[in-house]
C-alpha cells in the first residue's frame, strides 16, 4: 500500500504536465483533418464543412509548387549540418577543457560559453543582424584589414546567409552540449589514466586513446537521437534571422508553413506539410531510437 501511494504521488506530480500535453499537442491532432479538405475560414466561422479533396493540397504543394523542392533541400543542408558540427563542436570543446588543469579558469570558460544558451533568438538575431550589418564590427574588421574592398551585406547574401545560420546555433548551443560530454569524461575510470602514465603516454594520447573512446557511447547516443531533428531546421533562429532576399537558401520548411498558413491564409496547404513533416519526423525518431538501441544500448520503452 505504501508503494501504491507513492507511485500515485508521483503520478499526480505529472498530471498537470500530461495536461498541457493533451490540450495543446494531442488534442490539435484532430485538426490535421484540414490537410484533406478544400479549407475555408469563413465555413469554419459559421459551423460548415469544407469539401474533403483528398490528397490534392499535397499533389498541389509537393508536385506543382516551384518552391517546395527548394525548401526541402534548404532545410535537409541546414538541418544536417547543424546536427554535424553540434556534436563535433561540443565534443572537441569538452576534450580540451578537459585538459585545462586550474580548476577556476575550467569553470569561469565553461559558465561564459554556456550563458548563450539562456538568451532567445528574439535578441540574438537582432545582435548578429547588427555585427553582420553594412556598417557592422564584421565589415569593419574585414575592410580594415583589406580583406573586403567594400562592406558586404552578409544577411542578404544567398552564399552567406546558411554558413552563419549554422554558425549561430553552434555558437548558441555548444556550450550546452558540452555538458553531456563533460559529464560522461568524469564518469571514465582514472585507472586508465594511470595505466597510461606508466606507459608514458603524454596528455594528447591519452586524450586520443582514454578520453575519446571513453565518451564514444554518449558521442554515438546523441548522433542516433539526433536523426529525428534531420527536418528541424529552427524555425526561430531563421525566421528571426532571414529576409526575401535569402528565401533561395534560407528558406526552410517551418518557415514556409508558417508564410503559407498565417501569411497567405492557405491553412489547408500549411497544414498538408506540416502533416507531412511530423510524419516523417515520426519515422525518423523510431529509426533514431532503433539505432541508439543497437549501438548504445539506450531504451526508452
Known amino acids: 500500500m505504501r508503494r501504491k501511494y507513492h507511485n ?38 459559421f459551423g460548415l464543412a469544407s469539401k474533403f479533396v483528398g490528397l490534392t493540397n499535397f499533389k498541389i504543394i509537393f508536385l506543382q509548387n516551384p518552391n517546395s523542392l527548394q525548401v526541402i533541400i534548404n532545410t535537409l543542408i541546414i538541418a544536417i549540418a547543424k546536427i554535424v ?35 532567445s533568438w528574439v535578441i540574438a538575431g537582432h545582435i548578429f543582424r547588427t555585427i553582420f550589418s553594412m556598417t557592422g564590427m564584421v565589415n569593419k574588421a574585414l575592410t580594415g584589414l583589406g580583406i573586403l574592398k567594400a562592406p558586404l551585406l552578409f544577411m542578404a547574401s544567398n552564399t552567406w546567409f546558411r554558413p552563419i545560420i549554422i554558425f549561430t546555433d553552434v ?37 586520443r586513446y582514454v578520453t575519446l573512446p571513453g565518451i564514444m557511447p554518449t558521442v554515438i547516443l546523441m548522433s542516433t537521437l539526433a536523426l529525428g531533428n534531420v527536418l528541424n531546421a529552427g524555425f526561430e533562429q ?32 500549411a497544414t498538408a506539410v506540416g502533416l507531412s513533416k511530423s510524419v516523417i519526423s515520426l519515422v525518423l525518431i523510431v529509426i533514431s531510437y532503433k539505432l541508439a538501441d543497437k549501438f548504445a544500448g539506450y531504451r526508452i520503452f
Open 8 to 45: 500515485f504521488a508521483y503520478h499526480m506530480m505529472l498530471l498537470p504536465g500530461m495536461i498541457f500535453l493533451f490540450i495543446f499537442y494531442v488534442i490539435p491532432i484532430i485538426g490535421n483533418i484540414i490537410a484533406f479538405q478544400n479549407y475555408s475560414v469563413v465555413n469554419a466561422f
Open 85 to 119: 558540427m553540434n556534436i563535433v563542436v561540443p565534443v572537441v570543446f569538452a576534450l580540451l577543457l578537459n585538459e585545462c588543469l586550474n580548476r577556476t579558469v575550467k569553470r569561469g570558460i565553461q559558465t561564459v560559453v554556456y550563458l548563450p544558451n539562456f538568451l
Open 171 to 207: 555558437w548558441k548551443g555548444f556550450g550546452y552540449a558540452a555538458v553531456i560530454y563533460i559529464a560522461a569524461i568524469t564518469a571514465i575510470d582514472l585507472n586508465l589514466y594511470e595505466a597510461a602514465d606508466i606507459d608514458g603516454a603524454d596528455r594528447w594520447q591519452k586524450m
Open 238 to 269: 531563421v525566421f528571426n534571422m532571414y529576409n526575401p532576399i535569402v528565401y533561395q537558401t534560407g528558406d526552410v520548411l517551418d518557415t514556409f508553413v508558417y508564410r503559407t498558413g498565417l501569411v497567405n491564409l492557405q491553412m489547408d496547404k
